[in-house]
T-cell receptor, first 116, second 111 residues
Framework: GAVVSQHPSWVICKSGTSVKIECRSLDFQATTMFWYRQFPKQSLMLMATSNEGSKATYEQGVEKDKFLINHASLTLSTLTVTSAHPEDSSFYIC????????????FGPGTRLTVT | QKEVEQDPGPLSVPEGAIVSLNCTYSNSAFQYFMWYRQYSRKGPELLMYTYSSGNKEDGRFTAQVDKSSKYISLFIRDSQPSDSATYLCAMGAYTGNQFYFGTGTSLTVIP
């Protein structure tokens, strides 16, 4: 149980275009989802926290208009990188909490974004 | 001072060795503790979690929490080459949804 999927696993896009990444909890309802960014050989950097049906809470320094997060249902959250630039190239990982009285965070497999 | 400190390594051990990975933290409000394993270009995989001081064992893995010293450890017995990965500690308090991650320790188990 507690499986989180992400799609796509790898995407290449041109500078100036937008990219949408989906995060799904497959076998549980995720009340809270998190979006992280990870550069090579570095730890996870939390970008934002999203709760189903409400606006995401962004970490300091993360542009909310650049990284649009929608948590439309208890099993789906999306991250849209708008007007992507090469510096947005990174590994984006989502995670979810949802099990009752649980604090464990389950991660998706990640999405590698390359902006050319 | 960072909330969570973790030695980044890298750590290199021979196959069969006992591996000790550690994290220290500063916030006495932290009540739950987790260890994740992350292979290159993959999402972190939850290995162990615990909500109390003491030891918790799962196969070759033992998680140890000492709240009085604000120190947690992950022990890997009979290490295997497949254990080669980055290990991240994570922790948080019951109030709020904030998690704090260590920077990760890179482990290589040499056959």
């Amino acid at each position: 149980g507690a499986v989180v999927s992400q799609h796509p696993s790898w995407v290449i896009c041109k500078s100036g275009t937008s990219v949408k990444i989906e995060c799904r909890s497959l076998d549980f309802q995720a009340t809270t989802m998190f979006w992280y960014r990870q550069f090579p050989k570095q730890s996870l950097m939390l970008m934002a926290t999203s709760n189903e049906g409400s606006k995401a809470t962004y970490e300091q320094g993360v542009e909310k208009d650049k990284f649009l997060i929608n948590h439309a249902s208890l099993t789906l959250s999306t991250l849209t990188v708008t007007s992507a630039h090469p510096e947005d190239s990174s590994f984006y990982i989502c995670s979810a909490i949802g099990l009752a009285d649980s604090y464990e965070q389950y991660f998706g497999p990640g999405t590698r974004l390359t902006v050319t | 001072q960072k909330e969570v400190e973790q030695d980044p390594g890298p750590l290199s051990v021979p196959e069969g060795a006992i591996v000790s990975l550690n994290c220290t933290y500063s916030n006495s409000a932290f009540q739950y503790f987790m260890w994740y394993r992350q292979y290159s270009r993959k999402g972190p995989e939850l290995l162990m979690y615990t909500y109390s001081s003491g030891n918790k064992e799962d196969g070759r893995f033992t998680a140890q929490v000492d709240k009085s010293s604000k120190y947690i450890s992950l022990f890997i017995r009979d290490s295997q080459p497949s254990d080669s990965a980055t290990y991240l500690c994570a922790m948080g308090a019951y109030t709020g949804n904030q998690f704090y991650f260590g920077t990760g320790t890179s482990l290589t188990v040499i056959p």
